[in-house]
């Protein structure tokens, strides 16, 4: 299965809009380097389709996940519980830090296991995980 992707350079830690076309292999090896440095901005979309496009931005292991199912249309993944609600967590939108509330916040693990089945299944989650933005 093929993926279209950008993401953040681990070296330079600045995010680089070239779009990438590779197997989940090579996206996986790009997600491993950006963990190691502890924080990262990627979007990944099938390599077939423009949309949904996903959109993964984390530090440390807090993470938010965006949905966009049209270019007008964008969603928040529902937070997992592991960050209180009126918690502000300042999380990594291409360059910039962007602030959310707790109540979208999600284990970089979690966030990881859902990009991967996004690739897999071409399905962003179940109905009912995200709020309209």
């Given at each position: 299965m093929l993926v279209?992707?950008?993401a953040t350079d681990p070296e330079s830690q600045q995010f680089s809009a070239t779009e990438r076309t590779?197997?989940?292999?090579?996206l996986t090896d790009?997600?491993?380097?950006?963990?190691?440095?502890g924080q990262g901005y990627l979007e990944i979309r099938l390599h077939s389709d423009e949309f949904p496009l996903l959109?993964?931005?984390?530090?440390?292991?807090?993470?938010?996940?965006?949905?966009?199912d049209t270019a007008e249309k964008q969603s928040l993944l529902i937070g997992d519980g592991t960050t209180p609600a009126d918690t502000a967590?300042?999380?990594p939108i291409m360059?910039?830090?962007?602030v959310?509330?707790?109540?979208n916040i999600i284990t970089v693990d979690r966030a990881w296991t859902l990009i991967r089945h996004f690739i897999q299944t071409g399905t962003p989650g179940a109905p009912g995980e995200w709020r309209e933005i």
């Open positions: 279209s992707w950008t590779t197997d989940i292999a090579d790009h997600f491993t380097a950006l963990r190691s440095h959109t993964l931005g984390f530090l440390n292991d807090q993470a938010v996940i965006h949905l966009f967590v300042h999380l360059d910039d830090l962007a959310f509330s707790g109540d």
